[in-house]
Every structure is written in structure tokens, then in C-alpha cells.
């Protein structure tokens, strides 16, 4: 129905994205991962399940649109207030006439005839979220590949401390 509930806490978003990447990668071994997280905890007020599941799919994708041998780069910090996380790729990278819907629900663009498994459905759902949270999710084509980030709001209560 388009509906979901937030559970709040407060945490540390660096150790939801460690463990993602090291969930979803840790036994691929046809991706090299790199991480690139801060020493200091990232601490936000947010559903942690559900942020889970932001970096969950966008992990996901970046496995299904890399080549074996790619690397895949994960990593958050601290940007004037928020937290960014991003994900690179060194795949296929988006088709600038694909870019412009790549967050609309069911949207595919050419992987189902790539043979590419999905619904359409992860980037949707993962905006829904991210924006639930007060945040921002885009990208950023690369030379070869794509970057996916996200900002979130640090912890007013921690007063942005890390």
C-alpha cells in the first residue's frame, strides 16, 4: 500500500554500513571490496532495519551491474551536518536516457532484456526511505561505473557528535 512505519534510535551508521558490506560481500569472491569508513562513529537517529535495507540494495545492485573483478567501494562520512554513504561500481553504468527514472517503481530500464534478475522495485523503496528519514539519495556516473549516495541528518541530540 505504499505505507511503512519508522522505529527510531539512535546508532552508528558507520557499523550498519561495515556490516552490510561485509554481509553481502564478504563471500563474493568475484568482487574485491574496498571500504572507506571514518574512525569515529557516524551517529544518526533513524530505523536501522530499514537503513539496512537502503544499503542492502544498493549493494545489491552494484554486484549485479559489476563484472567479476570489479572493485566495489563502499564508504560514509561526515559532510557538513550529515551523514553520506556511497556506493561505486565499476559496471555497466547508467545510459543517460535510463538516469531520469531510475528511482520510479518497477523501472528497469534495459536489465530485464540483459537477463539482469530484479523486480524495479530496491531504488524505490530505498528512496521512500531515505526521504522518510529527512535525507537525500542520488548518484553520480563515473568514468567507468556508477556512485550511489545517500545524506542523512547526524543526531541532533548528539549534537552531531561522532
Known sequence: EGRFSLRREPFDLRS???EQAEVTLGHDESHELELELPDEPLRID????R???V?????SNAVKYSPAGGTITVGAAEDHGHARVWIADEGTGIPPEHRGQL????YRGDAA???IPGTGLGLAVSRRIVEAHDGRIGFDPLDQGT???FDLPLDA????AR
Open 51 to 53: 537503513l539496512a535495507q
Open 16 to 18: 550498519l554500513v561495515r
Open 103 to 106: 528511482f520510479q517503481p518497477f
Open 157 to 160: 541530540v548528539a549534537g552531531g
Open 147 to 149: 556512485r550511489f549516495w
Open 113 to 115: 532484456a540483459a537477463g
Open 55 to 59: 544499503v542492502g540494495n544498493v549493494l
Open 46 to 49: 533513524g530505523d536501522r532495519a
